[in-house]
């Protein structure tokens, strides 16, 4: 198994334009989720789904959308990026993601992540 | 609201030496702490999670610990060594949600 791929690895673009960062699991998991990582800030949620065909704001979603067509994959998409939103991008699944028997379906499974600069 | 803090930022030992690292958090009313290992460049990867009704967690040379009523938890390593070397995060779930407040880290060094 994969695992957590994300797609691409590196990215630099312009103010104003759009890219779409794209998430697949092979795992078969339900939750999917896309964070973003900032010096000194943490980790932050921007947005996640519950399964396919769902997505749910986080707590930095303003800037971006999200689309899960299909279980397997969870897409990111920037309409106008901005400077504010170089970063580094996380996605992560699990396949629950609250506490159901042990606990252990709660773990978050994480991509390599995805750096990108906004010029 | 839930802030969760480590101490230190960073921290480098010799290979060998037993270390903790420390996580707090201001709200005692969670429902779960996880610590994560992460690698530069690469991703996060699970290493323990502790519900709230437990107070510690083992794996190999790891051992995570949970007291609630002081808002702490700390995850010991035993015998470092340098593949140890990475950024240790600790999460708190802050309730039955899906939302996991995180720590910024720290950054641990092994030195052979």
């Known amino acids: 198994n994969a695992g957590v791929t994300q797609t691409p690895k590196f990215r630099v673009l312009k103010t104003g334009q759009s890219m779409t960062l794209l998430c697949a699991q092979d795992?078969?998991?339900?939750?999917m989720y896309w964070y973003r990582q900032d010096p000194g800030m943490g980790l932050r949620l921007i947005h996640y789904?519950?399964?396919?065909?769902?997505?749910a704001k986080g707590e930095v979603p303003d800037g971006y959308n999200v689309s899960r067509l299909k279980k397997q994959n969870f897409l990111l998409g920037l309409e106008s990026a901005a400077p504010s939103q170089t970063s580094v991008y996380f996605c992560?699944?699990?396949?629950?993601?609250?506490?159901?028997?042990?606990?252990?379906?709660?773990?978050?499974?994480f991509g390599p992540g995805t750096r990108l600069l906004v010029l | 609201k839930q802030e969760v803090t480590q101490i230190p930022a960073a921290l480098s030992v010799p290979e060998g030496e037993n270390l903790v690292l420390n996580c707090s958090f201001t709200?005692?009313?969670?429902?779960?702490l996880q610590w994560f290992r992460q690698d530069p460049g690469k991703g996060l990867t699970s290493l323990l999670l502790?519900?709230?009704s437990q107070r510690e967690q083992t794996s190999g040379r790891l051992n995570a610990s949970l007291d609630k009523s002081s808002g702490r938890s700390t995850l010991y390593i035993a015998a470092s060594q340098p593949g140890d070397s990475a950024t240790y995060l600790c999460?708190?779930?802050?309730?039955?949600?899906?939302?996991?407040?995180w720590g910024l880290g720290t950054s641990l060094a092994v030195n052979p």
């Open positions: 709200d005692s009313a969670i429902y779960n």
């Open positions: 992560a699944s699990s396949i629950e993601n609250r506490f159901v028997g042990s606990g252990n379906q709660e773990t978050q499974y």
């Open positions: 795992m078969n998991h339900e939750y």
């Open positions: 789904s519950v399964g396919e065909g769902t997505t």
């Open positions: 502790i519900q709230s």
């Open positions: 999460a708190v779930r802050a309730g039955n949600n899906r939302k996991l407040i």
